[in-house]
T-cell receptor, first 115, second 111 residues
Framework: DTEVTQTPKHLVMGMTNKKSLKCEQH?????MYWYKQKAKKPPELMFV???????INESVPSRFSPECPNSSLLNLHLHALQPEDSALYLC??????????????FGSGTRLTVV | SQQGEEDPQALSIQEGENATMNCSYK?????LQWYRQNSGRGLVHLIL?????REKHSGRLRVTLDTSKKSSSLLITASRAADTASYFC???????????FGAGTRLFVKA
């Protein structure tokens, strides 16, 4: 299995809703990432997990809450989002933080719309 | 900011022509990567070049790296309509633990 699977593919939520994005990989990668991407912009790093521990939080608002239940799963819990949070949320994984020459494997993303 | 800058921002060519995209960055790096993204989908890793390498090939792709100029280029030879996508360079800074993406080049290949 050489894929990162993200669910759901599309999500529409109200500003008072609570929802979660899920990401799964079975490549044995020990680093996992959440990126946010607005239209026609590059991906922006949000969180980095290494060996199931949060390593980097890029000053992301607390309405975004990451969770890494085990080495294969990464969640992003959403609560009280704003319309400007609408974006493509990408999950990625790599063998480790430093990188071993194989780059990152990205999921197809969740297209989030906040209404 | 370490963020890479790419040029051109957009490129339109005919099928069969070569496409060249450039990336510049600001800090010392461990490696530089190129990714392709089709219309709002996930990114696909194309090639990684380490700081001690100068050129790398993969199929129709050729990547060069000039660390003295802090720049890289991606050449796609004999382009196809299916190469239409956005292309991003990304860098892993020396001593850092995160990958930073450039602004991207949107390539349109006309059949």
């Amino acid at each position: 299995d050489t894929e990162v699977t993200q669910t759901p593919k599309h999500l529409v939520m109200g500003m008072t809703n609570k929802k979660s994005l899920k990401c799964e990989q079975h490549m044995g990668h020990r680093a996992m990432y959440w990126y946010k991407q607005k239209a026609k912009k590059p991906p922006e790093l949000m969180f980095v997990y290494s060996y199931e521990k949060l390593s980097i939080n890029e000053s992301v608002p607390s309405r975004f809450s990451p969770e890494c239940p085990n080495s294969s799963l990464l969640n992003l819990h959403l609560h009280a989002l704003q319309p400007e949070d609408s974006a493509l949320y990408l999950c990625a994984s790599s063998q480790d933080l430093i990188g071993t020459g194989h780059g990152y494997t990205f999921g197809s993303g969740t297209r989030l719309t906040v209404v | 900011s370490q963020q890479g800058e790419e040029d051109p921002q957009a490129l339109s060519i005919q099928e069969g022509e070569n496409a060249t995209m450039n990336c510049s960055y600001k800090t010392s790096i461990n490696n530089l990567q190129w990714y392709r993204q089709n219309s709002g989908r996930g990114l696909v890793h194309l090639i990684l070049i380490r700081s001690n390498e100068r050129e790398k090939h993969s199929g129709r792709l050729r990547v060069t790296l000039d660390t003295s100029k802090k720049s890289s280029s991606l050449l796609i030879t004999a382009s196809r309509a299916a190469d239409t996508a956005s292309y991003f360079c990304a860098t892993d800074a020396t001593g850092g633990f995160k990958t930073i993406f450039g602004a991207g080049t949107r390539l349109f290949v006309k059949a």
